[in-house]
């Protein structure tokens, strides 16, 4: 349920230790944590020509300011070979590690997609290391005023006329109104959450082992989709689509939408001969996806009484107030655990039988001890199957990009140097490099089901940012992260623990997806301890 931004190194290495007493915090959407200690700088050997004082957890030490590095190119050439590169012959992660080879810096000047007749001013400076990235979320320095999908803004013909919570700044009035109203649905639902989740993913798997017994496989995608859905509406809204005049096409719907939304970022693997004009060049008209849309938020209008309700008590008209909330579960909470239950599965079927029955034992044991019953205290105490999600979202985080512009002039630092950047000016970062930054995370290119265990995991969670923030803070209306963080990580901890209640191990097939992976399940070894 984010608010912030959309879907789809060198050596500084922390310790990981094995076990140890891991603090037990209950599920709250808005309470506070406090942020642990910062990062240590290392030292360039780049000799300073000017120099700024930094200070960290050992003193303070001078890091020289360089020019940013790179090169927008001459205009319309310069943005179409970047995006060639992005989209074609290099694809995203290699975009950026080959500029980081180049320039020696992980901040630098680059075009990110889709320039073209979609974005006016594609120019971006690009944040790729865990130091520097963290000042995108700062909004005393930046500002995240329609920015959502980066260097360009989806018609608000997409959205029924409304800039959405999105894509609205904190310091705009109704961005408080509406992330209010958001946290109110958050818990407005708290007392459905886990029934409904069962409910709904037990018939998941029961689909999934009859598609496996009759074809040896079975795809999770499209099963996947609408058990989200399901147990979205049903949760929050107290719905039942198949209740409804919407009956069992939310998924279909709402991807077509989104296509619609995100289609410049996107890349269906053709030809550029033929993707760029299609998806890079010209917006998609939003007529075509008029009644589709009109069909969604019929459903959201008629199913949120209670939190119209609200709504209006907070200032906010009803027809405004179903447009964020459809937006909001359907674009963000939807899309997210789409990308995110595939990754979990991907992950942990690839770290194989071994973890996967350590998992196992973990949430049948907290269960068993706890009477059969499933708690908020005893998920706490399921501290590999926390890690293991906190680990997904580091390796794999659901939203890769975010954008954020300059206030005024500040200087920016890497682990390396510092640099000036000017009021106005774009910045862009790209995650997965972020939080796979080798000065904060040792082994920070594999996938480490126990990264986040014992007191070294909790400190690293600061470094954890798929929710447009660190882990470690809160959701604010003063902020833009995500508005549902805690719930998404409820939610992803809740899948894993419905998966290893019924199945010792599991073995899978992944393929690509324009959004998120593909995943189909080959084996599903039922419970036998």
């Known amino acids: 349920m984010a608010s912030a931004t959309t879907p789809f190194p060198i050596s500084l290495h922390a310790r990981i230790h094995q076990p140890t007493t891991v603090r037990s915090t209950p599920f709250k959407f808005s309470s506070t944590r406090v942020l642990t200690r910062p990062i240590k700088a290392s030292t360039s050997e780049t000799p300073p020509d000017l120099a700024v004082a930094t200070r960290n957890g050992s003193g303070s030490k001078d890091l020289p300011i360089r020019a940013i590095p790179g090169s927008y190119g001459l205009p319309i050439i310069g943005p179409l070979k970047d995006r060639n590169d992005y989209f074609h012959n290099q694809k995203p992660e290699e975009f950026f590690r080959s500029r980081i080879r180049k320039y020696n810096s992980t901040v630098f000047r680059v075009n990110m997609p889709p320039g073209g007749f979609i974005a006016e001013n594609p120019q971006v400076i690009a944040l790729l290391d865990g130091k520097s990235f ?51 649905l958050l818990k407005s639902s ?60 939310a998924p279909s719907l709402i991807t077509k939408w989104v296509f619609f939304n995100l289609h410049p970022l996107l890349t269906l693997g053709l030809p550029s001969i033929i993707e760029d004009p299609l998806l890079h060049t010209f917006p998609l008209p939003a007529a075509l996806v008029k009644s589709d849309y009109q069909r969604l938020y019929e ?78 205290g005893g998920i706490e105490k399921m501290e590999l199957t926390k890690s293991v999600v906190f680990e997904c979202l580091r390796f794999e985080p659901p939203v890769p990009a975010q954008y954020a512009r300059a206030k005024k ?32 995370f040792e082994r920070a290119e594999e996938f480490v089901p126990e990264r986040f265990l014992g007191e070294e995991g909790e400190r690293l969670l600061q470094h954890v940012v798929w929710s447009n923030g660190p882990e470690t803070e809160n959701p604010t209306v003063g902020n833009k992260q995500c508005a549902g963080k805690d719930f998404v990580v409820l939610v992803a901890r809740l899948f894993l623990i419905e998966i290893f209640r019924r199945y010792d191990s599991f073995d899978i097939e992944v393929g690509s997806s324009p959004l998120g992976s593909s995943v189909k399940f080959t084996s599903l070894r039922k419970a036998s301890f």
């Open 409 to 440: 002039d500040f200087v920016i630092e890497s682990h390396d140097a510092a640099f000036r950047v000017k009021a106005g000016e774009m910045l862009y970062g790209y995650q997965p490099l972020a939080t796979r930054d080798p000065k904060i």
């Open 134 to 184: 963290p000042v995108l979320f700062d909004v005393d320095k930046v500002e995240k005023k329609d920015l959502f999908t980066g260097t360009y803004m989806p018609s608000t013909e997409l959205t029924g006329g409304y800039r959405i919570l999105s894509y609205l700044d904190p310091s705009e009035p109704n961005h408080a109104k509406l992330k209010s109203l958001l946290f109110y």
């Open 299 to 376: 459903f959201f209008l008629e199913s949120s009484g209670e939190i119209l309700v609200e709504a209006e008590k907070l200032g906010i008209s009803r027809e405004e107030a179903a447009h964020n909330l459809l937006f909001a579960t359907c674009f963000n909470t939807w899309g997210g655990m789409k990308i995110l239950f595939s990754n979990l599965v991907k992950r942990v079927g690839r770290a194989g039988t071994k973890l996967q029955i350590r998992v196992a034992e973990e949430v049948r044991s907290v269960i068993k001890s706890n009477g059969g019953e499933l708690t908020m």
């Open 190 to 249: 708290r007392n459905r959450i886990f029934p409904e989740f069962k409910a709904t993913y037990s018939e998941l798997f029961d689909a999934i082992e009859k598609e496996l017994a009759a074809n040896g496989k079975a795809d999770f995608a499209g099963p996947g989709d609408s058990a989200a859905f399901n147990f979205l509406a049903r949760a929050m809204y107290g719905k039942n689509p198949a209740d409804t005049k919407l009956g069992s096409d």
